[in-house]
């Protein structure tokens, strides 16, 4: 085993039963299906695809607030098992900031508090630890004068003021890993930048790993050292950020390259064109290559199953080259 893997994932899988509320038939989303990967210690580990395609579920299995139906989670060397000791190990060590603010934050609750119940689910210290610890972090966020912003609430505060806090409580039991779950897509954009130096800035102080998720590959591409990209529940392609984004390889990457880069005239004709917001087609055709309904390169072979091989310094799950 090397010893640099800070995380490993182990063919992790989780399908969920869903009932139709008209017609009450129910069907199966195989919201993760075994996916793989491990995520160096420092770096910013980016997990990227369009909604639905399991991003969030994989954050949560890695934090076992839902468990797998399949698969192991291996922090620093040792597998998580369901037992409390292990489990608290796992979100001790790994916090998570979410899309929402308003998802990780009581409104009702002081910032003091918000930021301390951590502390004080893992014992911390004392109450005057505990106070001090949370002025720190947040001044570490950026949030002065943190002696004024601990008697307010939520409210009082701009939105990119509070997702700062959610930042700071993900941060003030100095976690190892933070996996941060589209942290910025509901801020301005002119804040959005600002947020992202933070985190760069703080990774680099303090030694963070970030798993980073986002369908943004603009932000993915400024922030992140690798990518995985998820198609309906699996990765279809991962490497270093820079090559798989500049020379994809996996026809589902190129198009979500497509779909933010600007128009070329000269290619507006282009015929092997995905538009990515074409409907998904059939959600439970889960054999074969999951992509090949959209894919304008498919052939007869992609009714198998593409395994993720090593090949062009990365990893792809295509028989085809492209
Ligand atoms: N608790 C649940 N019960 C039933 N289905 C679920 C549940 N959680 C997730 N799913 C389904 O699993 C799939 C993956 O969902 P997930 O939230 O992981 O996607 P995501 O990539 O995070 O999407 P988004 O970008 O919209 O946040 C989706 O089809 C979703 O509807
Ligand atoms: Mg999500």
Do not use: W
Not at 153 to 168: C, D, E, K, N, T
Not at 185 to 200: F, G, K, P
Not at 308 to 322: D, T, W
């Amino acid at each position: 085993m090397i010893l640099s893997y800070i995380l490993q994932v182990e063919n992790l899988k989780k399908y969920f039963t869903k009932k139709s509320v008209f017609t009450s038939k129910s069907s199966t989303v195989h919201a993760v299906d075994n996916v793989s990967f491990e995520v160096k210690k420092g770096e910013v580990f980016v997990l990227a695809g369009e909604s639905g395609s399991g991003k969030t579920t994989i954050a949560k299995l890695i934090l076992k607030s839902i468990h797998p139906d399949e698969g192991n989670v291996i922090f620093q060397s040792q597998q998580i098992t369901d037992e409390q000791k292990s489990i608290n190990k796992i979100r001790m060590q790994c916090q998570m900031i979410h899309q929402d603010p308003y998802d990780s934050i009581n409104p009702r609750m002081k910032i003091l508090d918000i930021i301390s119940e951590p502390l004080e689910i893992h014992n911390f210290g004392t109450k005057k630890e505990i106070e001090a610890r949370v002025l720190q972090v947040l001044k570490e966020v950026r949030l002065e004068p943190a002696e004024n912003i601990v008697n307010k609430y939520p409210h009082m505060l701009s939105g990119g003021q509070r997702q700062r806090i959610v930042l700071a409580r993900a941060l003030a039991l100095k976690p190892k890993i933070l996996i941060a779950d589209e942290p910025v897509s509901m801020l301005d954009v002119s804040i959005r930048a600002e947020m992202l130096e933070l985190m760069e800035e703080l990774k680099k102080k303090y030694e963070i790993t970030f798993i980073y998720i986002t369908h943004d590959l603009a932000t993915a591409k400024y922030f992140g050292d690798t990518i995985a990209i998820l198609y309906l529940g699996q990765i279809v392609e991962q490497g270093p950020i820079k090559e798989v984004l500049l020379n994809p390889k996996h026809p589902y990457t190129q198009a979500l390259i497509d779909a933010i880069s600007e128009p070329d005239p000269e290619n507006l004709h282009k015929e092997k064109k995905i538009r990515i917001n074409e409907p998904v087609g059939k959600i439970e055709q889960y054999h074969g290559c999951r992509f090949r309904s959209r894919c304008p390169y498919a052939i007869e072979k992609c009714k198998d199953e593409p395994k993720l091989e090593s090949k062009f310094g990365r990893k792809v799950a295509c028989f085809v080259e492209i």
